[in-house]
């Protein structure tokens, strides 16, 4: 089955609103990176966390540090160039391998 | 900067014919990686490698053979493309266990015909 769940899967937001999205690991993971894909297809990395929290601009994302078993990326004043396809990837703590959510396809309104 | 080119960008394919996709990596990275991806979904491991000249699994090897003849170099080998491998493919590089984030390159989509 499938390691990581990533809700919601679709998401629209005005802009200037806030929202969250998240993953939840079946079991306990190393570390986890959020990408967003945009229209070209590329794989832009936003954060990689082995623990705890990081901030960039808008964006800010958090990793259970406890069970490790979930993580969260929080959109703040959402701009129509946040629009795109965003995947958590999350790394498995027995072998370096790397298990991806479906994507949240996201949508900013004006 | 972290560097990870694929080639050809994109290429279309004959049924039954070989196919043959590069990445060459700039990082310095022990671990590379090809995903495919299918649209609407998130990315699938193929295959990996850890070291040069030793190939791994990933989740779904079947139809698929991989190369690692240098640490920089990683290709992707369809020995008889089929329409179902149709999709798009993602080559990555990823440090040790003392940082494994995960470098992407640009994608190659492939179409089998």
């Known amino acids: 089955g499938d390691q990581v769940e990533q809700s919601p899967s679709a998401l629209s937001l005005h802009e200037g609103t806030d929202s969250a999205l998240r993953c939840n690991f079946t079991?306990?993971?190393?570390?986890v990176q959020w990408f967003r894909q945009n229209s070209r297809g590329s794989l832009i990395s936003l954060f990689y966390?082995?623990?705890?929290t990081k901030e960039n601009g808008r964006l800010k994302s958090a990793f259970d540090s406890k069970e490790r078993r979930y993580s969260t990326l929080h959109i703040r004043d959402a701009q129509l160039e946040d629009s795109g396809t965003y995947f958590c990837?999350?790394?498995?703590?027995?072998?370096?391998?790397?298990?991806f959510g479906k994507g949240t396809s996201l949508t900013v309104i004006p | 900067e972290a560097a990870v080119t694929q080639s050809p960008r994109s290429k279309v394919a004959v049924t039954g014919g070989k196919v043959t996709l590069s990445c060459h990596q700039t990082?310095?990275?022990?671990?590379m990686y090809w995903y495919r991806q299918d649209t609407g979904h998130g990315l699938r491991l193929i295959h990996y490698?850890?070291?040069?000249?030793?190939?791994e699994k990933g989740d779904i090897p079947d139809g698929y053979k991989a190369s690692r003849p240098s640490q920089e170099n990683f290709s992707l080998i369809l020995e008889l493309a089929s329409l179902s491998q149709t999709a798009v493919y993602f080559c990555?590089?990823?440090?040790?266990?003392?940082?494994?984030?995960?470098?992407f390159g640009k994608g190659t989509r492939l179409t089998v015909v």
């Open positions: 990555a590089s990823s440090g040790d266990r003392s940082n494994t984030e995960v470098f």
């Open positions: 079991t306990t993971m190393r570390s």
């Open positions: 966390l082995a623990s705890g």
């Open positions: 990837a999350a790394e498995n703590t027995g072998y370096q391998n790397f298990y």
């Open positions: 990082n310095n990275h022990d671990y």
């Open positions: 490698s850890y070291v040069a000249d030793s190939t």
